[in-house]
C-alpha cells in the first residue's frame, strides 16, 4: 500500500496524544507506544530489540554531562552563589532606564552561562527580583518578561542540560553543539538589552526611573571581586571544551567539583544543600533518561515500520528548497510549543526531523541550534509554556494573563534571532570552526 507510512504516521500520533490526554507521563507514553507498536508490526520477538535498545540508548558516555551541568545548576541555586551574581550584576548596570529589567537580563545571562538550567534561573529571579521591581512601579511587561527571557536564555548559553539531551537524540556533536550555542545566547541577550532599554524610554511609566543609590568605584569593584571565582566556572566548562582540554563529560565533572570548592569557600555548602541537590538532580536526570529511551524506541519503531525511509522518499520527491523545508519543520515545532513542554516536543520531532535534515543538505548543527532556540520559545508559549508557570508558581499574585502578556515581546524577539540565524548561519558556526 503506497500510503501506508501516513497512516503508520497518523495512528502512532494519534496514540500519543491520547496517552497525553489521559494524564500518562510522556515518557511512559511513548514506552507503551514503542511496545504496542513493535509487537503489532513485528511481532512478539521484537519486543527484546526495545530491551536492547534502551540499554544502548542510556549507556553512552556523552549523556554523562546532563546530571553534572543538572547538579551545578542545583548547587549554584541552593547555595544561594546565584542570587550573588544577580546582586553584582545590578551593582554594575548603573543608573539607566528599565536598569532592573536590565539586571534581569544579566543575571539570567550569567546564570545560564554557570548552570545552564532554565526553570532554576527562572525561579530564582522571580523569587528575588519581582518584589524588587513592584516596589518600584515596575509593570509585568517589563519585570516578568524580562525575567521570562533572561532565564531562558539558559537553554541557549552552554553548559544547557537541554542541549546535551538534544545532541544525543540528533547524534551531533555535543562539544560542537554547546560552542555553537555561546554567539546566538549573547546575541539574544543583547537584543533583550536594546529591547527593554528602549521601551523603558519610550513608555517610563512601565518602569518609572528612580534615583537609584548611587554606587561608587570601591564598592562595585567590591561586588566583582566576590564573585570573580564564580567566573572560573565559565572558564572549566565552556574554556576547556572550546580550548580542546576535555571533552563536555569531563568538563562537566570539574564544573562540579569546582561548584562544590566554591561552595565551601563561600561558607555556604551545607548538607541540607547537598541532599536536596542531590535529590532534584536524580529526579530530573532519571526524567530524561526515560525519555532518551522513548526516542531511541520511537525511532526504532518508525524505522522498522518503514515510516522513516518513505517520510523522506516523500520529502525528496516534493523538491522543496531546504529552507523552505526547515521553515516548515520550525512551524511544527512553534505549534507543538503552544500545548507540551520541551522533553515531549524533542521526543516527537528529533526522530523525525533529522533524517528530513540528512536528506535536504541542511548543517545538522545549525539546525540543532534553531531547535534549541524553538525549545526556549517553547517555554515561554502561551498557554502552556513551562516557564510561564514557573514564574505564577514562585509569584502567586500575579495573573496568568499578565504573565502571557509579558511573554509576547519574548517571542518576538526569539523569531527575530531565528531569522538572524538564517540569514547568518556563520553565527553558529563561527566558535565551532575556531574549535576544531
Not at 182 to 194: D, K, N, R, V
Not at 297 to 308: R, Y
Request: with cysteine; hydrophobic share 60%; glycine share 10%.
Amino acid at each position: 500500500m503506497e500510503y501506508e507510512w501516513v497512516i503508520n504516521l497518523v495512528f502512532f500520533f494519534g496514540f500519543l496524544i491520547v496517552m497525553m490526554l489521559s494524564g500518562m507521563p510522556v515518557a511512559l507514553g511513548f514506552l507503551t507506544l514503542n511496545i504496542i507498536g513493535l509487537y503489532i508490526f513485528m511481532g512478539e520477538g521484537a519486543l527484546s530489540l526495545l530491551a536492547t535498545g534502551a540499554f544502548t540508548s542510556v549507556g553512552q558516555f556523552t549523556l554523562i554531562p546532563i546530571p553534572l551541568f543538572i547538579l551545578m545548576g542545583e548547587l549554584l541555586m541552593r547555595t544561594g552563589l546565584a542570587a550573588k551574581t544577580v546582586d553584582a550584576v545590578d551593582h554594575w548596570i548603573g543608573r539607566v532606564p528599565g536598569r532592573l529589567s536590565l539586571s534581569a537580563v544579566g543575571g539570567g545571562t550569567l546564570f545560564g552561562a554557570l548552570s545552564g538550567a532554565s526553570m532554576a534561573s527562572v525561579a530564582m529571579l522571580g523569587s528575588t527580583l519581582v518584589p524588587e521591581m513592584a516596589k518600584r512601579n515596575y509593570k509585568p511587561a517589563m519585570s516578568v518578561g524580562a525575567i521570562l527571557g533572561g532565564g531562558g536564555l539558559a537553554v541557549l548559553i552552554p553548559p544547557s542540560a537541554l542541549g546535551v539531551l538534544l545532541g544525543a537524540l540528533a547524534k551531533v556533536s555535543i562539544a560542537e553543539l554547546l560552542l555553537a550555542g555561546i554567539l546566538p545566547g549573547l546575541l539574544l541577550a543583547t537584543l533583550y538589552f536594546a529591547y527593554f532599554t528602549i521601551r523603558a524610554m519610550i513608555q517610563p511609566d512601565l518602569a518609572p526611573p528612580y534615583v537609584a543609590e548611587k554606587t561608587s568605584i570601591k564598592v562595585k569593584l567590591k561586588a566583582l571581586l566576590e564573585v570573580s571565582p564564580l567566573f572560573s566556572l565559565i572558564l572549566v566548562v565552556t574554556g576547556s571544551i572550546f580550548l580542546g582540554f576535555a571533552t563536555p563529560s569531563e568538563s562537566a565533572a570539574m564544573g562540579v567539583i569546582a561548584t562544590i570548592l566554591l561552595a565551601a569557600c563561600y561558607k555556604r555548602l551545607t548538607w541540607k544543600a547537598i541532599v536536596v541537590a542531590m535529590r532534584s538532580t536524580m529526579t530530573t536526570t532519571a526524567m530524561m533518561l526515560l525519555v532518551i529511551v522513548g526516542s531511541s524506541g520511537f525511532s526504532q519503531l518508525l524505522a522498522a515500520t518503514g515510516t522513516t525511509s518513505s517520510l523522506v522518499n516523500g520529502v525528496s520527491v516534493l523538491d522543496l528548497h531546504p529552507m523552505i523545508m526547515v521553515l516548515i519543520m520550525m512551524g511544527i515545532v512553534l505549534l507543538l510549543g503552544c500545548f507540551i513542554d520541551t522533553i515531549s516536543i524533542m521526543l516527537v520531532s528529533i526522530p523525525v526531523f533529522m533524517p528530513i535534515v540528512a536528506a535536504i543538505g541542511v548543517d545538522p548543527i545549525w539546525f540543532a541550534i534553531l531547535i534549541l532556540v524553538q525549545l526556549e520559545l517553547a517555554g515561554i508559549t502561551p498557554p502552556f509554556g513551562v516557564l510561564l508557570f514557573v514564574m505564577k508558581g514562585v509569584q502567586q499574585q500575579l495573573r496568568m494573563s499578565e504573565i502571557y502578556k509579558a511573554a509576547v515581546p519574548i517571542v518576538f524577539l526569539q523569531f527575530l534571532l531565528i531569522a538572524i540565524l538564517m540569514l547568518f548561519p556563520e553565527i553558529v558556526s563561527f566558535l565551532p570552526s575556531m574549535a576544531k
